[in-house]
């Protein structure tokens, strides 16, 4: 069983960060009103995990028995899709929500549609949530009709505090200051994407152990470097200088 499903935050206070957006997101929700969602960001800053909790939030307004209906519209991305089925759901007894995942990969003809779709949606109690990698591929019609949110990709301390909190829950106890460093490693390289630190972590652990040996993580050079390692090119007169001074840079956090 994968741990991040397993451990999938239940409730958003569960989820880490993300603090501004949770609370206008339980704003929009706590006024009784029902309004539709877009979430961009980045692929694994956390866009899907919000939905479905949107989601939750929404139907438990209702005393009548309500779905929540999840699509990956990179394969339902065309105007049939809308016609046929969305369409017919929305007009459908009850309420329900709608997740459409990568919704920046639809097709215009079938984003127009839906936004036809919106505003009768809100008058049969159904919410519409769009997730994103490209906010600008979402067409602007629906834009005005949602209220949308930039998800970012969280920072490795955050993304340590959860990893902590799951090794905890699995009984696996970090013995070692080599085992805290290798598994700082494997969450600098997941790049803010929490569901790739916790599957590596996963992988790494045996036996409620970490395994120093299952892989090598390769050093991660943060973003705030980068100035720094152009300044170095462009600065030093040498090959050999540049290797030098690179090396620092790159190390420099495990000195």
Same mark, same amino acid.
């Given at each position: 069983?994968?741990?991040?499903?397993? /451990?999938?935050?239940? &409730?958003?206070?569960?989820?880490?960060? /993300? $603090?501004?957006?949770?609370?206008?997101?339980?704003?929009s929700?706590?006024? %009784? $009103?029902?309004? /539709?969602?877009?979430?961009?960001?980045? #692929?694994? #800053?956390?866009?899907?995990?919000?939905?479905?909790?949107?989601?939750?939030?929404?139907?438990?307004?209702?005393?009548?028995?309500?779905s929540? !209906?999840? +699509?990956?519209?990179?394969?339902?991305?065309?105007?049939?899709?809308?016609?046929?089925?969305?369409?017919?759901?929305?007009? *459908?007894?009850?309420?329900?929500?709608?997740?459409?995942?990568?919704?920046?990969?639809?097709?215009?003809?079938?984003?127009?549609?839906l936004?036809?779709?919106?505003?009768?949606?809100?008058?049969?109690?159904?919410?519409?949530?769009?997730?994103?990698?490209?906010?600008?591929?979402?067409?602007?019609?629906i834009?005005?009709?949602?209220? *949308?949110?930039?998800?970012?990709?969280?920072?490795?301390?955050?993304?340590?505090?959860?990893v902590?909190?799951?090794?905890?829950?699995?009984?696996?106890?970090?013995?070692?200051?080599?085992?805290?460093?290798?598994?700082?490693?494997? =969450?600098?390289?997941?790049?803010?994407?929490?569901?790739?630190?916790?599957? &590596?972590? $996963?992988?790494?652990?045996?036996?409620?152990?970490?395994?120093?040996? +299952?892989?090598?993580?390769? /050093?991660?050079?943060?973003?705030?470097?980068?100035?720094?390692?152009?300044? =170095?090119?462009?600065?030093?007169? *040498?090959?050999?200088?540049? %290797?030098?001074?690179? !090396?620092?840079?790159?190390?420099?956090?495990?000195?």
């Amino acid at each position: 069983v994968s741990w991040a499903d397993k /451990h999938e935050p239940k &409730s958003l206070d569960e989820v880490i960060g /993300h $603090q501004l957006v949770k609370q206008k997101i339980q704003d929009s929700i706590g006024d %009784n $009103q029902i309004a /539709h969602f877009i979430l961009h960001g980045e #692929s694994g #800053s956390g866009k899907t995990v919000l939905a479905k909790l949107i989601a939750k939030l929404f139907i438990q307004r209702f005393d009548e028995e309500a779905s929540i !209906r999840q +699509y990956n519209a990179s394969d339902d991305r065309g105007i049939n899709f809308v016609r046929n089925e969305i369409m017919i759901l929305v007009q *459908s007894r009850g309420a329900a929500v709608f997740i459409l995942d990568e919704a920046d990969m639809m097709t215009k003809e079938a984003q127009n549609a839906l936004r036809a779709i919106l505003p009768e949606a809100k008058r049969r109690n159904k919410m519409f949530i769009f997730t994103c990698n490209h906010y600008d591929r979402i067409e602007e019609a629906i834009k005005s009709r949602c209220r *949308s949110f930039s998800i970012n990709r969280l920072s490795s301390k955050e993304i340590q505090t959860r990893v902590i909190e799951i090794l905890k829950a699995e009984n696996v106890v970090i013995k070692t200051e080599d085992e805290v460093n290798y598994i700082r490693s494997i =969450i600098l390289q997941s790049k803010g994407d929490m569901r790739q630190a916790i599957d &590596s972590v $996963q992988e790494a652990v045996n036996d409620n152990e970490i395994n120093l040996n +299952y892989y090598q993580p390769q /050093h991660f050079v943060d973003d705030s470097k980068i100035d720094a390692l152009l300044d =170095i090119i462009m600065f030093q007169q *040498s090959i050999d200088a540049i %290797n030098i001074d690179v !090396r620092d840079l790159i190390f420099q956090d495990d000195k």
